[in-house]
């Protein structure tokens, strides 16, 4: 049987599939792709794609929403929400069996480390890769706060996991961004609290996100310095003036580097958010492993989606050679 | 010492005598002399001090009045340094589609569901402009967008001769159930007036003259100039008018424009791949404006639309659109139609009645 490109992806909103996709087809690459929908329709575990038929698996996403609607018959709110979590688990459980069932180096990014990636880690890990990361800690108190006030002027609090995305009885839609605490609005701050991750405040010139390709740092840097309403998270967006996206270079030793920690991760591509301060010195922030390239391929002018294309068609090439 | 760095997407286009900083984000141009264009350039490898040094102190207020301005529109910043990680942009082009345009000339003994439209919308085609250039009941209006559901069609530009029936509550009604539908033009117009509709996201624009055949097309216009990423890179390579285009004629025959005088064959008997298979299909797409004359030396020349179809010399593919009245090297506009050097050209393509 010949070995194919396995695509795991969802059947709505993943643009950045559909491009992928849509350049495979203009390359003539052959490839499957499979949702996470596409396990409602499955018979038995037999359907799910197999190993001896896979040569290369790029894994962007699981699943958008369930097909159908599931519900309890007594309506109740909280153990609504048990069941959605139980529901979720249970997918993931049946999706991440092809974790398993797939040799793990026929996988971009490794997914046991991708779907368990932790931020606490990967700043660690920075660190030991020799990159310059923001100061950062977890605190229980509003005490040790006012004692690291003393060392850094501003903190930034932000959430250890994900950023979340609350909804209010009306349909409001509130989302998580990074906020600053500073002695301006300590008073704010409860004397005992929720372990909170809280960071120096980097004062940016610019920003930075990367997308990591096989080796290669596709760069932009992202100006919003003037634009207060993007001071601290550039993803508050300004639309009547839009932060200045242009291509970047990083310096050599600092791809070097950022190669090496992907590298310890087990990632052969992914987005990685960097800072680069007044003085000119570049902080590590982040990595996304499935994170969106879309908003760095188009203006910078990369042809990213292509890119992938055309390494997911080397990657089963080589796949053949070894077999 | 101080810097001048500007942004790698906005892109200076130097002219005979005018130049054109596009801003390739933003979507907006500059038009400069070149004199001011120069000392852009200047910047790019000098501090702020060297150039003004450079110019001489009686240019230092003009100087640093550019230098504002540059940085009020945000084209650029000052840094104690040129960052040397801000790269030059890629100007190569590509698409994922051997056909990213489509012209149909309505005509209702087409059928647009047969092979050769299945083929060519399978090619992941990403824009279609549908042309009608007679009356139209709305019913069939619809047949034809419902033919497009299932295709990776993006974008659909309408243009109908204007009918009261056709108010702006119907093709309110008609854009909201073919959302793809993303702009109308209706000639014929009583008067000339640009409308909204669909949450003001799909403009509407009423034209009072008759568009009755492709006979009108390719005029050249500061309103169809385009700033941004895809024509600018597309231009450095290709022709932005016919590269990766098709179109089907009011009688069913391919060609690269309705306005081109050879076709590739009819749709009801030429398969897609014959067509994409002959390079003679593809000549006219290879023509950049790098290469034509006149238009070589213009600054809007990677921000216009370009016309292949009517030339000045019918007999060189490789001279300026008839229908462009700018000149670059005096940098004014004139009417095209009052040209005595173009009045020989109308007569060969048969334009008389158009200038009228």
Redesign the interface.
């Given at each position: 049987m010949s070995q194919q490109i396995l695509i795991l992806s969802q059947s709505h909103l993943e643009g950045t599939t559909d491009?992928v996709c849509?350049?495979m087809?203009?390359?003539q690459i052959p490839y499957l792709r499979v949702n996470g929908e596409d396990l409602f329709q499955m018979q038995h575990l037999g359907d799910l794609p197999s190993n001896s038929q896979t040569g290369v698996v790029w894994y962007r996403r699981k699943i958008s929403s369930f097909p159908a609607k599931y519900s309890l018959k007594q309506d109740d709110f909280a153990t609504q929400y048990t069941l959605k979590r139980f529901l979720i688990d249970e997918f993931n459980g049946l999706h991440a069996f092809l974790f398993y069932t797939i040799d793990r180096q026929k996988w971009m990014n490794d997914p046991i480390s991708e779907d368990n990636l932790n931020k606490l880690h990967v700043l660690a890990l920075a660190r030991q890769h020799g990159l310059n990361t923001p100061f950062t800690e977890v605190v229980t108190t509003k005490a040790v706060i006012i004692r690291l006030l003393e060392r850094c002027p501003e903190l930034i609090v932000k959430p250890v996991s994900e950023c979340i995305l609350v909804e209010d009885a009306a349909g409001g839609q509130y989302k998580m961004l990074t906020k600053t605490i500073s002695k301006a609005n300590l008073q704010q701050v409860p004397e005992k609290f929720f372990p909170s991750l809280v960071q120096e405040k980097i004062i940016k010139k610019f920003e930075i996100r990367t997308f990591y390709l096989d080796g290669t740092c596709h760069?932009m840097?992202i100006?919003s310095q003037?634009n207060r309403n993007t001071k601290e998270d550039f993803r508050n967006y300004d639309n009547k003036?839009?932060n200045?996206?242009?291509?970047?270079?990083?310096?050599d030793d600092l791809e070097l580097k950022l190669g090496q920690l992907m590298k310890a991760l087990g990632f052969r591509t992914g987005s990685i958010d960097l800072m680069v301060d007044l003085q000119g010195n570049y902080h590590f922030l982040e990595i996304n492993p499935e994170g969106q390239f879309g908003m760095v391929s188009?203006?910078?002018?990369?042809?990213l989606?292509?890119k992938v294309a055309q390494l997911l068609n080397k990657s089963i090439l080589h796949e053949k050679e070894i077999y | 010492m101080e810097y001048f760095n500007l942004y790698a997407n906005c892109q200076l286009v130097k002219g005979a005598n005018m130049s054109l900083l596009c801003d390739l984000q933003m979507r907006r141009f500059y038009h400069l002399p070149n004199d001011t264009a120069e000392v852009i350039t200047f910047l790019q490898q000098h501090a702020i001090e060297e150039c003004l040094a450079h110019y001489g102190e009686d240019n230092r207020e003009t100087i640093t009045g550019y230098i504002d301005f540059l940085i009020s529109r945000e084209l650029g910043f000052k840094d104690h340094q040129l960052l040397p990680g801000l790269t030059p942009l890629d100007l190569s082009w590509d698409r994922y589609s051997r056909i990213t345009n489509v012209i149909i000339e309505y005509n209702e003994a087409v059928n647009y569901n047969d092979t050769f439209f299945q083929q060519l919308f399978d090619l992941h085609v990403q824009g279609l402009e549908i042309r009608f250039y007679h009356t139209i009941a709305p019913d069939k209006i619809r047949g034809l967008l419902a033919g497009f559901n299932g295709t990776t069609l993006r974008f659909i530009k309408l243009v109908l001769p204007y009918n009261e029936t056709l108010d702006l509550r119907t093709l309110d009604k008609l854009v909201k159930q073919y959302p793809r539908v993303k702009s109308l033009l209706i000639h014929s117009s009583p008067i000339d007036k640009q409308e909204k509709i669909f949450d003001e996201s799909v403009p509407v624009v009423f034209f009072s003259r008759e568009i009755n055949s492709c006979m009108a097309c390719g005029e050249i216009r500061t309103n169809y100039f385009t700033s941004n990423m895809e024509l600018f890179t597309e231009s450095q390579h290709y022709n932005t008018c016919l590269n990766r285009k098709l179109s089907i004629d009011t009688n069913g025959y391919i060609r690269n424009c309705p306005s081109m005088r050879e076709h590739f064959g009819h749709v009801t008997t030429t398969a897609l791949q014959e067509v994409l298979n002959n390079d003679a299909f593809h000549r006219y797409g290879k023509i950049r404006k790098d290469e034509i004359a006149v238009c070589r030396d213009c600054e809007f020349r990677h921000v216009c639309t370009d016309c292949r179809a009517y030339v000045e010399d019918p007999q060189d593919i490789y001279s300026k659109p008839l229908k462009c009245g700018y000149n670059p090297y005096t940098n004014t506009w004139d009417e095209w139609t009052e040209n005595p050097l173009k009045q020989s050209a109308i007569a060969w393509y048969g334009l008389e009645d158009i200038v009228k």
């Open positions: 491009h849509q350049w087809n203009h390359l760069s840097a100006f003037d003036r839009p200045r996206t242009v291509p970047y270079k990083l310096p188009y203006p910078c002018n990369y042809y989606e292509k | -």
